[in-house]
């Protein structure tokens, strides 16, 4: 019976952290569209350390993986499949190559990974979205990543973040036994 209780208290916990965060994102929103703001802004993508080139009949681009697309080398973006970059682990900020053969066959390849700090804790989900929220910060996850490593909400996991930098999502390294 005892269990029981604690169960429901751990319950009651999470239900309580959850409304928290919810109002917490809510009064954030207020305040940055109160100020003209947006945290978007504190990733500031540039795209002048990256090159355009042609390698025989091949175009060469090099972008930035900045979570669901690239930001490519000629300021446009590309959308990237989601299991590449959930097997591939890419981070926000690393540094890849995309190659468009004449046939239009597309070849992607990373060149330069951005210094990375892993970080743990547990999968939770609002409004459709996986997220994982470490370090006093929430950061999204690819829905395709948490499918790869049959993941479940409230289960662990270690994640990946660039180092340096700020970000908005963390690649799954692994899932934690439980």
Known sequence: MENKKTLLAIRDFIISAEKSIKSSKKLLKDILEENNLSLDSEINLSTKWLNSYN??????????????????????????????????????????????????????????????????WLIVKEREKYQLIAEWKVYDLLTAAVTHFKANIWDSITAIIPEWKQATFAAIESLLPK
């Open 55 to 120: 390698s025989d009949d091949t175009k060469i681009i090099e972008w930035v993986f900045t979570w669901e697309e690239m930001l490519g080398s000629d300021g446009n973006k590309y959308p990237i499949p989601a299991n590449y970059s959930s097997k591939s682990k890419l981070v926000q900020w690393d540094k890849l190559k995309l190659a468009i053969e004449p046939n239009g066959k597309i070849m992607y390849k990373q060149i330069a990974p951005i210094e990375r700090k892993y970080i743990t």
